[in-house]
């Protein structure tokens, strides 16, 4: 069954620096999402992304954030100063028709320290 | 926007009993889904269920969109099936089409 391929499994880095959250979607999804989650606490939206442009965003995704879809398979989660509060788990979803069932990678774990 | 709330919060089952999860939304979807987070974290789709009535195993799952909820069943309960239960949904108003999850249900299946 297609799956939706999250990298890394967990990403520790140092407050301040950038990282890149990937994702490859389902191939022949056309809808991409990225999803965050503070431990023990519910999944946020964070955007959405459709025709190689954001369609939606959450007050959460400020300038530090940004996304990508670089080439045909990946899509990217960039957080250009991580913040000790962007600790989280981050899922990448993917949908190939609007409102129709949203299929979730594993997620990244990252640790800000 | 659309409010999800789900209950009760947290459950203890001893294994091999029945329980059924209840998930309210405030206004009309598209899109329902249940999801099971693993103790790994990982989020796994148990049922995408915008309405009607659906069984896989020993779990089923109801939604009346008309009367906004949706019931998750879980019957004969395991302890692989300890962890969060989480109910989300997507409006149907407008251009919007992001899953909006409710806080869960933390499930705790005891041998």
């Known amino acids: 069954e297609p799956e939706v391929t999250q990298t890394p499994s967990h990403q520790v880095t140092q407050m301040g620096q950038e990282v890149i959250l990937r994702c490859v979607p389902i191939?022949?999804?056309?809808?991409f999402y990225w999803y965050r989650q503070i431990l023990g606490q519910k999944v946020e939206f964070l955007v959405s992304?459709?025709?190689?442009?954001?369609?939606?965003k959450s007050e959460i995704f400020d300038d530090q954030f940004s996304v990508e879809r670089p080439d045909g398979s990946n899509f990217t989660l960039k957080i250009r100063s991580t913040k000790l509060e962007d600790s989280a788990m981050y899922f990448c979803?993917?949908?190939?028709?609007?409102?129709?069932?949203?299929?979730f990678g594993a997620g990244t774990r990252l640790s800000v320290l | 926007g659309i409010q999800v709330e789900q209950s009760p919060p947290d459950l203890i089952l001893q294994e091999g009993a029945n329980s059924t999860l209840r998930c309210n939304f405030s206004?009309?979807?598209?899109?329902l889904q249940w999801f099971h987070q693993n103790p790994w974290g990982q989020l796994i789709n148990l049922f995408y269920i915008p309405s009607g009535t659906k069984q896989n195993g020993r779990l089923s799952a109801t939604t009346v969109a008309t009367e906004r909820y949706s019931l998750l069943y879980i019957s004969s309960s395991q302890t692989t099936g300890s962890g969060v239960y989480f109910c989300?949904?997507?409006?149907?108003?407008?251009?919007?089409?992001?899953?909006?999850f409710g806080t869960g249900t933390l499930l705790a299946v005891q041998p």
């Open positions: 979803a993917s949908t190939l028709l609007a409102k129709n069932i949203q299929y």
């Open positions: 191939s022949n999804h056309l809808y």
């Open positions: 992304f459709y025709n190689n442009e954001i369609s939606e």
């Open positions: 989300a949904v997507e409006g149907d108003g407008g251009a919007t089409n992001k899953l909006i």
């Open positions: 206004d009309s979807v598209n899109n």
